[in-house]
């Protein structure tokens, strides 16, 4: 029905109301009789040996009921967490794996890494009873910077390798590439930086461990992406306990983002400790203590090359970049810069040939996983700053020589070089798009006439091809431990109302109104009647979790199938009860018809298929159905972002004008949702490109940006109101022609943003500022080009003690160093 039609609806968030009235349910919100409270000893030093743990004073302090270290946890036969995502050497020798411990137990291998665990009667009594855990280490030399961590003199982070090297992985056509170059007409070459950040939920991570002893189950309360995941590896890894006594729950969880996307070992020692005290057990972390122990994310040194003719025409790229992954694996770390990385180095265009070599390496540093775009707003940084460099070398528009390589429409589906068929997309069509957002011609004369007042506008684009939700057996192929399904369970009840139970999980995404309308408009019902269920391992099948653009194209057509497995048993139940075939029974106007005017209310047809007074004796009861979908094949998003910047050359202070981005995630089922998914994506990349980096000391390895002092993110007046169109392309792999959206505003907006700058400054022959481009990198840059004369080339201007997260020092935009 037209008037009910939800499908393509910009529906409000159903859950919003809770969250602004202060109703949402966290895990922080939980209070249980008798719970107690844990905290952690975290290591100062990046590598150490540990030589003694004295727990006594601790042990001894009001309220604390408990201190373990390393060697307790080891002496119960538990263990450390999973790694899922294993990359192998290009000969087919296995990685170099260590994962990350629960607690260190001999060694300590970054500043965070967890020596003991206080637990208390309150949470200030366990902070409090920590500086008096006595630990004596024995202080060694770290390895903290990327570009240098496989150096032949750098500090070996896990001895018994010899080495830092954790992989190395080729990927694409070397030879193929040399020839490229060998016959280019223009070369093009860039060294990169991909800076590590992390993702500062929210909501800091917090966990409730409950253990049951009557029935000998353990019950964690997460805020987690993954809740299924996080019980099969407490069972296969760390606890160690069968996974049918262990129940995971995340409720509403303020921010994933991928750091939530891995195991981490305060869910398991909360576990633990409620078992062996027979009490609940909550941890909180302090914002400062996620900055040290979250995982981060990016972490990349590049050096990169493209060949090109002289009319602008990509002949090939090449890369070799070190991907820092920090002490240990972590579950999908290693897998980012092996495969999520390099596979959309081609983006929009016609790219004959690709060579990236890619070594991942171990440093005494956080470790590093998923952060949203995991790998793709990496490779996408490497071939749209190489092509828009390539373009003002050439003195090719930045618009004409993309217009030169885009893969025309009637080419998809199209097989990339490196053999990824991408199955629909439209390339010209998002460019005149987003140039439909703005005046890129005025733009252009505004940039001129702006130079002659000494104001140096900059114009930057960006595009891609994204590249997510790999089947099970794709996933198998590349050595993935988990598969690439998902699963639901739909039931219809007496009454008519609809509960869809999901393996995914909502931290934003507004699952609770995407999937109910879905549901609400393949079985035409009020979308009031459908409840969503995410977030619970017992009464939800399995699933895999909300992550890497992957839910909507997953959840949606499992939805579908479901609704149309309900409609199709309603026919037969309608077709026996009216004495005419199935075949001749049509669904519509919320009514089973058949021929001869004969109809059967929605309605009436579940009384029918719960009464069973009368049915077809070769059907069973009840309206309810399991899905394990496994997608045919991945799924390929695409868009184009536009930034506009002001930078001031006297001081150094990039200021974002403009933003614009163009989305085509396939069919689009509420469209202020998936604009909100954009939005966010663009600042964290615009946070990528201007603010952010976990700073660390590269002698000492110790974390400088270990608070919001000194880690600066985007604020509200650091962004201008972005403009968005949506274009819709349809995947063909699936009922819905649906792909994913949540990773698409971060995955170009730091190449737009660097190009932005770049254009801004390229007269004074900069032609890469690495991110984060903050102020003193721009004004150190400038006067390492010869941009100042007199006095004031002298000093960089910086406020005294300013760091990065002061309202002085963002002001000025300095960063920590």
């Known amino acids: 029905m037209t008037d009910q039609a939800y499908i393509g609806r910009s529906i409000r968030r159903r859950e919003d109301h809770r969250f602004l009235t202060g ?28 030589v003694r743990i004295d727990t006594a004073a601790a042990l001894a302090a009001p309220g604390v009921v408990a ?167 407490l069972a296969e890894s760390s606890l160690r306990e069968p996974e049918n006594r262990i ?14 996307n891995t195991h981490y070992g305060e869910e398991a020692a909360v576990l633990w400790a409620a078992r062996r005290l027979k009490r609940p057990v909550k941890f909180l972390a302090s914002r400062s203590e996620s900055l040290m122990t979250d995982a981060h994310g990016r972490d990349h040194a590049t050096h990169c090359r493209m060949a090109l003719t002289r009319d602008g025409k990509i002949l090939a790229i090449e890369a070799d970049t070190i991907a820092n992954l920090g002490a240990y694996m972590t579950a999908f770390g290693p897998s980012i810069p092996a495969h999520y990385y390099p596979r959309v180095m081609s983006g929009l265009y016609r790219v004959p040939a690709i060579a990236v070599h890619i070594r991942g390496a171990y440093t005494n540093t956080v470790p590093v996983e998923a952060y949203r775009g995991a790998g793709r707003p990496e490779g996408v940084y490497v071939l749209e700053r190489l092509l828009e460099n390539a373009a003002r070398e050439l003195g090719i528009d930045v618009v004409e020589i993309r217009r030169r390589n885009f893969i025309p429409v009637d080419a998809f589906p199209y097989m990339t070089c490196f053999g990824f068929a ?68 739909l039931r219809v009840h007496a009454s008519g109302k609809v509960t869809l139970f999901c393996g995914t999980h909502s931290h934003g995404q507004g699952h609770e109104t995407t999937f109910c309308q879905i549901v609400a408009d393949q079985l035409q019902l009020p979308l009031e009647d459908v409840r969503l269920i995410e977030g619970d391992t017992t009464p939800i099948p399995t699933g895999l979790g909300t992550w890497g653009s992957r839910s909507m194209f997953l959840m949606g057509p ?61 059907m069973e009861l009840g309206l309810e159905e399991v899905i394990f979908f496994d997608p045919p094949d991945r799924n390929f998003p695409s868009g184009m972002q536009l930034a506009v910047v002001e930078v001031d050359i006297q001081t150094g202070v990039v200021k974002l004008r403009d933003f614009a981005a163009v989305d085509d995630c396939g069919k689009v089922i509420n469209p202020v949702i998936v604009e909100g998914q954009l939005h966010g994506g663009v600042a964290q990349g615009v946070g990528q490109a201007l603010f952010e980096e976990c ?123």
């Not at 890129?440 to 006439?449: D, I, K, S, T």
């Not at 009514?591 to 070769?618: C, Q, T, V, W």
Request: net charge negative; aromatic share 8%.
């Open 23 to 50: 109703r949402g349910r966290y895990v922080d919100d939980i209070r249980l009789p008798g719970m107690l409270h844990a905290a952690f000893l975290r290591s100062p030093h990046a590598k150490a040996r540990i």
């Open 67 to 233: 201190v373990w270290t390393g060697q307790d946890w080891h002496a119960d036969g538990r263990g450390d967490m999973p790694t899922i995502a294993p990359v192998a050497f290009q000969d087919g020798r296995p990685m170099n794996e260590v994962s990350r411990p629960v607690f260190a137990l001999d060694m300590v291998q970054h500043v965070g890494d967890t020596v003991a665990m206080v637990v208390a009667e309150t949470r200030a009594q366990a902070i409090d009873a920590l500086d008096l855990v006595e630990v004596e280490y024995e202080d060694l030399p770290a390895s903290a910077d990327t570009a240098h961590c496989l150096d032949a003199d750098a500090p070996v982070v896990h001895a018994q390798f010899g080495t830092n090297l954790m992989f190395e992985h080729t990927i694409g056509d070397p030879e193929k590439v040399r020839e490229a170059f060998s016959q280019a007409e223009h070369i093009v070459e860039l060294d990169l930086v991909a800076n590590r950040i992390t993702a500062n939920a929210m909501e800091p991570r917090v966990y409730v461990g409950i253990y049951d002893d009557w029935k000998g189950d353990y019950i964690l309360h997460s805020s987690t992406q993954i809740p299924h995941l996080i019980r099969k590896w």
């Open 247 to 260: 129940q995971v729950i995340a409720p509403d969880v303020g921010g994933g983002f991928g750091p939530r």
């Open 422 to 489: 991408y199955d629909a997309c439209n390339p010209e069509g998002l460019l005149v798009k987003l140039l439909g957002l703005v005046d890129y011609p005025g733009l252009r004369r505004e940039q001129q006439e702006l130079r002659k007042q000494g104001r140096y506008l900059g114009i930057g684009l960006a595009g891609f091809v994204d590249c997510c939700g790999a089947p099970s057996r794709t996933a198998g192929k590349i050595g993935r431990r988990i598969g690439g399904y998902e699963a639901l369970h």
């Open 558 to 618: 499992a939805i579908t199938r479901a609704t149309s497995r309900v409609i199709e048993k309603g026919k037969r139940f309608c077709a026996h009860k009216m004495g005419c075939d199935a075949a001749d029974v049509r669904f519509e106007d919320r009514a089973f018809h058949a021929p001869g005017g004969k109809r059967i209310s929605f309605i009436d047809m579940i009384g029918l298929a719960y009464n069973g007074h009368d049915y077809p004796e070769d």
């Open 695 to 817: 700073t660390y000391d590269a002698q000492s390895g110790q974390l400088l940006a270990g608070s919001f002092m000194d880690y600066a993110m985007p604020r509200a007046d650091d962004l201008p109101a972005i403009r968005f169109a949506h274009q819709e392309t349809l995947n063909p792999s699936n009922s819905l022609g649906v792909k994913g959206s949540g990773e698409s505003g971060a995955i170009a907006a730091p190449a737009a943003v660097a190009n932005a700058v770049v254009d801004a400054l390229w007269e004074f022959g900069l032609r890469e500022i690495p991110m984060p481009i903050t102020r003193n990198k721009v004004w150190r840059a400038l006067k390492a080009a010869g941009a100042y004369r007199g006095a004031f080339a002298e000093s960089a201007p910086q406020a005294a003690g300013a760091q990065a997260g002061t309202p002085v020092a963002r002001e000025l935009g300095a960063a920590p160093v």
